[in-house]
Each structure stands twice: as C-alpha cells, then as structure tokens.
C-alpha cells in the first residue's frame, strides 16, 4: 500500500508540472480538397488525371509534419510526389500530388471509393502524454458515362420532310390525274340525258 | 361557255388544292419537328431571338465563367473579387454604382447563409456604354462546399432593373479541426486505481472547417487512436491503451465516460469511433459550447497491479491521435 501511494504522488506531480507548460498548446492544420463524400472525381475508362489537394498551416504558430497515405483505392490513386511527408510551415499552404487512373474496363457508373488519411507527425516530450491530429478525406471516382450520339437530327428530319413534301406532290398530281379523267364522263352522261 | 368555265373551274381547284396541300406541308414541318423531336430524340436547331430595349441596363458577364476557390481554416476569411459588366445603351452614366451587388447562394445548400454583398462593388472599368464592377466576396470556414449562384443586380437613374444569375463560383471542401489540450494529465494515483478521469479535460475539438463529422452511420466520425502509455524509466511496465475509455459527457457514478461500454473503448493502435461524437461546423467564435464543438472526456478504467512508481507518457510510443473523417 505504501508501494502504490508513492506511485501515485509521483505519477501525478509529474504529469501536472508538464501539463502547466503545455496547455496552451493547439493542434490544427487543414485540407482543401474539390472532391469530397458529395461530390466525386468522374474520369472515362482510361483516363488518368493529376490533381492536388491542400495542406493549410495558415493559423499555426509553428511548422507541422504531415504524412499522407491512401487506405484506401490504392489501385486507381496514387500520390504523386516523391515523399509522402510534408513539411508545411505555420502560415502557409502547401499542395499534395495525386495521380488517379480509371481501369480500362470499368463500367460505365462504377464507382471506386478512396480514402487518404493526412496525420500529423508530432513527437512527445518526457513526461506527455500527447495527442496529435488527423483528417481522413474520403470520395468517390466514379467512370463516366459515355457521352450522348449527338444526333443528326436536323439532317435526317429535313429528308423526312422533303419526303413528305414529294408525297404529298404526288398525291396532290394523281388526285389532279383523276379529276381530269373523271370529268369526260360526267359530260357523255348529261349529253345521253338531254338526248332523251 | 360552259366548257370553259368547267375546265376552268377544274384547273383553280386543282391550284387551290395544290397550295392547300402545300401549306398543310409548311405547317406540318412545324409539327413533325416537334413531335420527331419527341418520338426520336432528334433534335433542331431553334434560333431564338433576343430583345433588348434601348434604355434599359443590361447584364451581359459574369465572372467570364466559372469560378472556383478554397476557403481557409477558421478563424479566417476568404475574399474573393467578382467581377461583372453591365450594357446600357444610353450610356454607362446613367448607371446607379450605388445599387451595383452581388448575392450569392449555396445550390441546395438547406440552412446555407445567402452572403448579401452590398456596398462593396465599385466600377474600375467604363466606357460609352459598358460598366464593369468588381465586387468583394468575402466567405467564412464554414460556408458549404457546392457550386454557389452568383446573381449580380444593377440599377439605372430611372430604377430600371439589370439582374444576371447565369454564373456558379464553385467552393472546394475544407476538412479542420483543431483539438486542446494537446496534452492529458492525471491526478497521481495508485496501482490497481479504477475510473480514473482526466483532471484537465474535455479535450475540446473545434471545427475549424466546411464539412461536418460525424454521422449515425459512422460514415463520417471521429476517432481516436491509443497506444499503451509506457514508464519512462521502465518501460516494460505501462497503461495499456484498451484500459482508457473516452466519451462525450461526464457525471455519474462510476462516471459516464469510465462506463465500460464498447462504445467508448479505446484499443491500441487502431482508430476507434467515439460513436456519440458529432462535430459540427459552425461560428465557433460565438463563444457557445455547442455551435463547431465538441468535447471529449477520458477515463483510465484500471491502472495494472503490478505497476512501479515513475511517470508514464506517450515520449517513447507514438502521441494519441483524434481523427475527423
């Protein structure tokens, strides 16, 4: 019992002289990003397209080590810099490469979800008992569907009417045809009349 | 006579039916185009004519397009200048720059604030019959991210109207938080202590961003990542990481966030989801507790039997890690 009271007394004033020096202390850093859960990356079968997304330091007092890595949809997202360690100095931006490749074969609509975690690479201090902070970004790449035939509408419509308007030519000369042969028999008849 | 009249006659039907006929073509391209179009999906090319009343101002450019922009982390603001030009054909004199502004709106953005931009356009560019303004837009951290309209409004002297909304300014995500204390203390304690709580928390975690975390389905959340809290001077002795618990309030006996429930388990090295933590966003510095906060509370459920006296930390592990996802 005496064992564990001398523990406790020294664990704990230990832990609070520390705590006095560091309270103040916030961590904070944060990514912008154009893709996010509600709106996706769209690409075509094949397609590969480069983008960034942004470290901002802009309200810290101090330079923050940033790691990245997919977790996620490592196979069609890539990060495209030669570290994966960030250095962003307090008051500043800095971008984070990536590289995303739709398969040849997906389908049209499919969707890819892909997560990157961003973690803050923070070092404890002798007697801490630290915390540090990450931001998970999380989006969909999803293939695109093929683009509407823009059709030629207004060619194949013009020749449907121009057929129309022949038809109704030809219909309107044997209708004329008909009349002119309809007529001479009227006449013989009315003459066979008077006749009688 | 007769006759003459009778072939006459014949022939002026023949043209009236012809021409008849002819018009029933005419209007029937009207017709067809419209229901091909509709049965086909082929579509026409209709030229649509456009009337602008000499006098009367007019909106013709905004933005030249489509913007876009990122919003910086809370507590700051992000400016943006839109530009728009105004046509009046009696000329740009007559245009009332005091009533020159922009609004703009989040697309389907529900309890999205519509930013009133009144007063901060100014013309830097005139000729004859052209003005061009440029306003400044200033955005907030947690303005939502989506395509925003843009709708620029001008009066003439005689009040005359000139209002556009063909533009979208596109805001990307921000994803931001900031936690404090970086740094947990514990009263002194004993081996073999139980419920044991933070005695400098909440831990309190701001969101310093335009997207919110945490969900009920999990989707989005916030996490924690422990690792065992080892001796500094032995550190084969240490407080194990799934011994800790954390939870969103306090009180009660054994307290709330010591309750033992799997939800509030912390496990080593692995991000564990505080399922009751939702952190939203907001105008934190309006000073409330709830509006971009959240907080979290600690608990060290059981310290080990067998543990020496000396301190312990994170120094020889990597730091505790709270996560927004």
């Known amino acids: 019992m005496k064992n564990a009271n001398k523990i406790m007394v020294r664990t704990g004033i230990l832990a609070g002289l520390i705590a006095l020096i560091c309270i103040s202390n916030i961590s904070a850093f944060a990514v912008s990003s154009d893709y996010w859960g509600g709106h996706s990356l769209q690409l075509n079968p094949g397609e590969t397209k480069e983008f960034f997304l942004t470290l901002q330091n802009l309200v810290g007092t101090s330079d923050l080590r940033v790691k990245a890595i997919v977790t996620s949809g490592s196979a069609i997202l890539k990060l495209a810099d030669s570290s994966n360690v960030y250095l962003v100095p307090a008051g500043e931006k800095k971008n984070v490469n990536f590289k995303a490749t739709m398969p040849i074969d997906s389908k049209p609509g499919q969707a890819y979800n892909v997560k990157i975690d961003f973690s803050e690479m923070r070092d404890s201090s002798s007697g801490e008992f630290g915390f540090g902070t990450a931001i998970g970004q999380n989006f969909d790449i999803i293939t695109m569907l093929p683009p509407e035939q823009e059709p030629t509408g207004v060619n194949k419509n013009f020749i449907l009417l121009i057929i129309i308007g022949i038809a109704l030519i030809v219909i309107t000369i044997l209708i004329l045809k008909k009349t002119k042969k309809r007529k001479p028999h009227k006449k013989i008849k009315s003459h066979k009349k008077r006749k009688r | ?325």
């Open chain 2, 1 to 325: 006579m007769k006759k003459g009249k009778g072939f006459g006659g014949n022939k002026n039907v023949s043209v009236f039916i012809f021409i008849f006929l002819l018009l029933i073509g005419v209007i029937a391209f009207g017709y067809f185009t419209g229901f091909f179009g509709k049965i086909t999906g082929l579509t026409f090319t209709k030229n649509l004519g456009v009337n602008i009343t000499v006098g009367v101002p007019f909106i013709w450019n905004v933005m030249n397009g489509t913007a876009t922009m990122q919003l910086a982390q809370g507590p700051l603001s992000t400016s943006r200048e839109i530009n728009f030009t105004v046509y009046n054909a009696v000329g740009s004199q007559f245009l009332n720059d005091s009533t020159a502004k922009i609004n703009i709106t989040l697309v389907g953005g529900v309890g999205e604030v519509v930013r009133n931009q009144t007063g901060d356009c100014t013309r830097y560019n005139s000729s004859t019959s052209y003005a061009t303004y440029t306003c400044n837009m200033t955005m907030w951290w947690w303005d939502g991210p989506g395509n925003w309209n843009i709708s620029a409004s001008i009066l003439d002297n005689n009040s005359n109207a000139a209002y556009n909304s063909s533009t979208t300014l596109f805001v990307g995500s921000t994803t931001a938080f900031e936690i404090s204390p970086v740094n947990l203390t514990w009263p002194g304690m004993g081996a073999g202590s139980v419920n044991q709580t933070s005695d400098n928390d909440p831990m309190n975690l701001t969101n310093t961003g335009n997207i919110v975390a945490g969900n009920a389905s999990g989707t989005s959340n916030v996490s924690i990542n422990a690792t065992n809290v080892v001796g500094e001077t032995n550190n084969l002795f240490m407080l194990y990481a799934n011994n800790f618990s954390v939870w969103t309030s306090t009180g009660g006996s054994p307290p709330i966030e010591c309750d033992g429930g799997s939800a509030g388990n912390l496990s080593k090295n692995m991000f564990a989801n505080t399922t009751s933590a939702v952190l939203p966003k907001g105008n934190y510095t309006i000073g409330d507790t709830s509006t971009g906060r959240e907080q979290l509370w600690f608990c060290l459920r059981i310290a080990g039997y067998d543990l020496p006296s000396q301190a312990y930390s994170t120094v020889n592990m990597t730091p505790w890690t709270v996560k927004i996802y």
